[in-house]
């Protein structure tokens, strides 16, 4: 075993540490050539093909591009397509030229025709097979239809393509951060992939081979149509090697694979017994047929085509699981209400219990009678799980964790919020819990600076609600229900939300472990509070009981939200409903299934041209290219757009910097170049001397700010841009962001916002740079962002009002540290000029709102000046949790 100081290929993704690896010694990912050979070390890959102009099967690069555009990209119907056609050549027509096409099922003709990324889709038809009674029911004699294509072919695709060069592990690996301490983030880190690579290495001819675990997924989605629901249940498929942050994105990495089939039959019908074991034979011989085409490679090593362009002995193994609870309960032939991993009661799930197993399961099997296996153990004997047919496969272990399903919508949404609910009803009754209710509503609403969070919650009616949606409300509902619930129930949550936001981070450490664990053991013990003030007779919930899994998934398996059902949930947009919605509706599959094969075979294509440096520039920049010699332009970025977008929490491309706060590229007009006037203009009057005592600072930084004396600053006479807004950008993996773990966040100061109110966020000011947290750290409102030059030094700045922590430790009912405004002797609120650079990123503050009711028509644009005490709020992203731990 060696000790590697350098970074798995690619992992090069966390610039704020650096990490120790330790590889395993066998599955080392050697390249090979085409038939297997293994290459000298340092050997190049075969060479990349040369440059072209072969668009085939497309005429030019502007037919490829029409056919993306209108079919990928915007999902033109046939009648659209036929339009734009018939406009394109009558832009022709005075030239003499001709389009590659006249109608659109030419268009359609030629993405059929492209002959990479073809992985056809194909039809099983299975019928039950048992004895017939006199007057069989419908299911007995219906053909049920599984689709599904090769799932090696589409592993293959996956794991070829070049975009994930950067995002992949081809073995297990453990890592160390600089502390010593074990951490747990992509799967090929967590403590089951080196098992299934030591197990692997046992057989023959293993040795330097890469390990592809297959990360799977199912789940029901619905496509409502105005007769009724159309129920789909597609599988999906990823390579294990890849990044969370690459399974995560949307793209390919996550890629349907199988459409099982859904038996119709009445509700009588659902409860026969013969029924059922149908039901449950049919779903895991259609997975079992579905993963078929892998299991040969999962014994012999076979050749594939790895991203870098090298060949590689792949060897492949049933990876993590995600599904719900009930489908879960199918996977791991248990009894409705047992957990899949344990085998804890139902009646009291979180009492310590052994783990499942396979080979236990067998043993019990063999000892029992089938009565006393249902009743004492929650074991189904009618049906064997899949993942028996497969080797170093159990479904019990495989089983992943899912933040969304069992913490987010299932602990927070559908108990504890519930809960609290139900406990304000039955304290109170229904009318007085309605008005505090309502006022837990206005609280809501009233947050600062959080657009996105303006749809009413009423307590108890979620039917609409998504899973972002509960996201949003675990943000800010702590500091809503503080003061109106006991103290016991506010420490109770925020036990969980501890919980829930170590567990979303992307990597996590051995301390962050016993954190998680530390964070359940207090939530368990805080939440008998439901059942003392009666809102609930026991908590025994297979949802919430799953997290007493999540220390040892995570050891598995790496960070949770690497395997999430929000992957698969989100796969369904592209996979199911856009498909779907451009399907004639009559036999829709058949026609979805078309529509995902073209996608493929559009995205493969570009994939070679895109190789071939044949997708540079813009369509006509490249015409132009081609027409005159000239030379492509480069697409223009929008990365620095300075719209007034509400887009604060979208994706960040680009090059890759640690942190860093900017001013908005251009400046405001209407604003007065001067300082005193500018002062006047924004009412700051005491803006000047702010400004003098911070180039004071600048010249003597070791002077402390109370003993500046005025006359002793310098004066400033120079001009001064305002500017409406900063863009933050940090690395946070665990957030939404781009492929690379960058997370970009705007920070407005604005008098007028979006017209209609103004707009003064507040700011994390780093005030010691040695000392973590907020300890280290205080809040600014910023009124302005502006910059000058001084003595040749340009310096971007804020104006700010400070609050200022309240006390030396957070608040013990809630876990929030407490911030309040600073005033100075005469009254006024303290303000100070500060350079962006001591500026860490956008700070989010919740009113401590006490014991009263916010008045009616109170707005939220008011929230920061109308509030004695602020939180400072943890749980808006998980990089403000990190930060402040
Ligand atoms: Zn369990």
Redesign the pocket.
Known sequence: MHRDVSPPPNDTEEPEETFTYIRHPFLTGDPCDANGEYLPPHAPPPPKPEPTNDWHPFESRTAFDFACFHFSEVQSSEKEINRALDIWLASIIPFGGRAQWEKAEEVYETIDSIEEGECPWSTYKIRYQGPLPDNPPKWMTETYELCTRDSRQVVHHQVAMSGFKHSIHYGPYRQFNSKGDRVWSNLMSGDWCWKQADEISKLPDTRGAIFVPIVAGSDKTTVSVATGHQQYHPVYISPGGLMNIARRARGNAVLPVAFLPIPKVSQKEQKSPLYQRFARQLYHACLARVFAPLKAGMTTPEVIRCPDGHFRRAIYSLGPYIADYPEQVVLAAIVQNW?P??D?RPDC?DDP?LRRSHAKTEFIISCFDPGILWTDYGIRTDVSPFTRDFPRADIHELLSPDLLHQLIKGTFKDHLVMWVGDYLILTHGETRAKEIIQDIDRRISAVPSFPGLRRFYDGRNFTQWTGDDSKALMKVYLAAITGHVPLVMVQCMSAFLDFCYIARRNSLSNYDIKELKSALTRFHHLRAIFIETGVRVDISLPRQ?SM??YPHSIRLFGSPNGLCSSITESKHIQAVKEPWRRSNRYNALIQMLRTLVRLDKLSAAERRFAAQGMMAGSTSSYAAFIHDGGVPEAPGSDDEDDGDSDDDLGPATGPKVMSSVKLAVTPERNYPKDLEGLARHIQQPRFPEALRRFLYQQIYPDIPADDIVLDDCPRFHGRISVYHSAVARYFSPSDICGVGGMHRERIRSHPNWRGLYPRYDTVFVETDSDTLGMLGMTIGRVLLFFSFSFCGEDYPCALVNWFIPVGGSPDEETGFWMVKPEYMAGGHRSLAVVHLDCVARGAHLLPVYGTGYLPEDFHFSQALNAFRAYFVNRHVDHHTHEFLK
Request: charged share 10%.
């Open positions: 957990c991993k344990c804890a799930l219990a009981h007493v899994h």
